[in-house]
């Protein structure tokens, strides 16, 4: 079996699973077990999203009593989903705080996400992230917010009142770069109340596979021999270059005072690692992207494979800086911008989770009515 799993851990990226349900919290459910992940695959955190939950209820039965129940109580198809997850979610994290004890907060965390529907919203996301952070009240859970322009401000907010957020659906380097400085605004903001920074920590979710998904087509309808030679690249590309702002931003004197004042610096996570291309390695996205103060959170099914053929090749990012901008340079001049191709990623992301979202509530309602 392949130590890769604990050669990446050692090497500073957190082992991280993009799933939940409640089959991964009993003994003898239809899911590999939380605690097995965490003792034997280096697994120290999880990840949520609105698809996430929609097919764990939808296709368990372990959620038909409390919905029920629920219902009968005269909960929306809302309010039943919302004491669903946060119910998950709790129970997750109680899993997890050895792990969270052990790390100092920075890892055996588990995330929630707002509703989909109010990427666009900034008060209302800031509403209900207070509301989640409340309503789980766990020191190890963190609220998604999506770095949206909208999303911006209320990262900077929420930091400020002390609720430690995963800001998710992050494609592009800029949009990066502006949610590390909400990030740092508003541990700044704390700082200046006289308020304490060691409790919050923040992850910025990057997606991978999805800038590849995209671009990829469109270097294939290229007659350009050079074109072909960028399949699969853009996306690692894209991410180091945003590693490379983390570790500008994580040297410099305006943040080197906020951790002297206890602050933790917001990390780099890597989302969206599972390969979509069945002919490309199913660890690529995982095995080139180790480094120091990163996260990597994965379906299983990528999991397994890096457990079981990933080849370890120390740090993959650090050093690669001057090729990556070649990469993105070289698309640019093919007319590929990733900059557009991130703002319609966005648009596209934000979709993809308020679909299985509407369709769960709609679900819901549908079984609270029998």
Known sequence: MSRSLQSISEAGTSIWLDDLSRERMISGGNSRHLSDLISRDHVVGVTTNPAIFSASISQSSLYSEDLLSLARDGHSAESIISELTTSDVAQACDLFLPVFERSNGMDGRVSIEVDPRLAR???????????????????NVLIKV????????????????????????????????????????????????????????????FFISRVDTEIDPRLKAHSNSEASTLL????????????????????????????????????????????????YDPTMYVV??????????????TLNAVRDAGKFKGNTISG???????????????????????????????????????????????????
């Open 288 to 301: 080139d992207l180790v480094a120091p103060l990163t996260v990597n959170t994965m379906p299983e099914p």
């Open 121 to 139: 919203d900034t008060a209302g996301t800031i509403e209900q992230a207070r509301s989640l952070w409340s309503k789980v009240n766990r020191p």
């Open 146 to 205: 999506p770095a949206t322009l909208e999303g911006l401000p209320a990262i900077r907010t929420l930091i400020s009142e002390g609720i430690s957020v995963n800001v998710t659906i992050i494609f592009s380097v800029q949009r990066y770069q502006e949610v590390l400085e909400a990030f740092i605004a508003g541990l700044e903001d704390r700082s200046s109340r006289g308020l304490p920074l060691s409790t919050i920590h923040s992850v910025a979710s």
């Open 320 to 370: 690669t800086y001057d090729e990556s901008r070649t990469t993105l340079q070289t698309l640019l001049s093919l007319g590929i911008d990733i900059s557009k191709v991130a703002e319609k990623l966005e648009r596209e992301g934000i979709d993809k989770f308020i679909k299985p979202w509407l369709e769960l509530i709609n679900a819901v309602d549908k079984a609270s009515r029998q």
């Open 232 to 279: 699969g690249k853009a996306a690692v590309a894209n991410a180091r270059l945003a590693y490379e702002h983390f570790e500008n931003v994580k040297s410099s004197s305006r943040w080197l005072a906020l951790e002297s004042a206890g602050g933790n610096i917001q990390r780099p996570l890597w989302a969206s690692t599972g390969v979509k291309d069945p002919t």
